[in-house]
């Protein structure tokens, strides 16, 4: 099988991307009550304010850029954050409003939430985004149509391959940045997912992983939230180089 060849003899193309959901989290898991659960958003708030400038500082000391996918609702609510975000050279991309999930809307209501969280962000960012991420991952065969038709140049929401790859829709093909849950940090460390886990083990995890996309010439992207991947001891996985890679 031919290998992926990436420009100028590059083994390997890496991104480092966070979800800023912020404060929708309890409204999303309680639309009725959420925002009545101070301990939930407290700890959804903690990305914003701690979280997210805790990354940025590790970001700005390493000199690399990331992706910021951030719900509308969360952008209204922290403009310092957005403003830092763009200020330091970042991406901001659309993540719903509030963080609706796609497949559990109608089609004219998946549409009025991609314009409202597009007029948002271009709003804050005085840019349109050009990239896009579901919440929860989720698609409906509808939706890449639905961002090729509002100009997004990508998606990352699928996980059909390691490398990048075209979606066909009726309104030419959408470029798809391919995620997977093995890289997202919420179901390692996640009470709901079967227990905390350990920084050294995600590490392990991630760096293998890694080892394996070096040497298929893969696209390994990194999805974090400033909530989980912004607490003390798991922020230091910003920092740690994965493990010695053997090309073979």
């Known amino acids: 099988m031919a290998r992926f060849a990436w420009p100028d003899g590059k083994q390997v193309a890496v991104a480092l991307t966070f979800d800023v959901d912020g404060e929708v989290i309890p409204l999303v898991r309680d639309p009725e009550h959420g925002h009545e659960k101070l301990t939930l958003i407290s700890s959804a708030a903690y ?127 959408l470029l798809e940045l391919p995620i997977q849950w093995i890289l997202d940090d919420f179901p390692h460390f996640s009470m709901n997912h079967g227990g905390i886990s350990s920084p050294q083990k995600v590490f392990d995890v991630w760096s293998t992983e890694f080892a394996g996309y070096h040497r298929f010439n893969g696209c390994y992207v990194l999805t974090m939230h400033p909530f989980v991947s912004g607490r003390p001891s798991r922020i230091a996985l910003l920092d740690k180089p994965p493990q010695r890679v053997v090309d073979t």
Request: charged share 25%; proline share 8%; net charge negative.
């Open 47 to 173: 990305g914003p304010a701690v979280g997210v400038p805790r990354i940025l500082d590790v970001l700005k000391e390493a000199g690399i850029k990331g992706s910021f996918y951030i719900p509308g609702f969360t952008a209204e609510l922290h403009p310092p954050m957005v403003e830092r975000i763009i200020g330091d050279g970042h991406e901001i991309g659309h993540h719903g409003y509030l963080h609706e999930r796609p497949d559990t809307l109608s089609d004219e209501e998946e549409e009025a939430v991609l314009v409202r969280g597009i007029e948002v962000l271009e709003r804050l960012t005085g840019r349109k985004p050009v990239g896009y991420r579901s919440p929860a991952w989720e698609l409906k065969l509808s939706s890449p149509a639905l961002l090729k038709r509002y100009g997004f140049r990508y998606d990352s929401s699928l996980m059909g391959n390691d490398i990048p790859y075209l979606v066909s829709t009726t309104e030419g093909d």
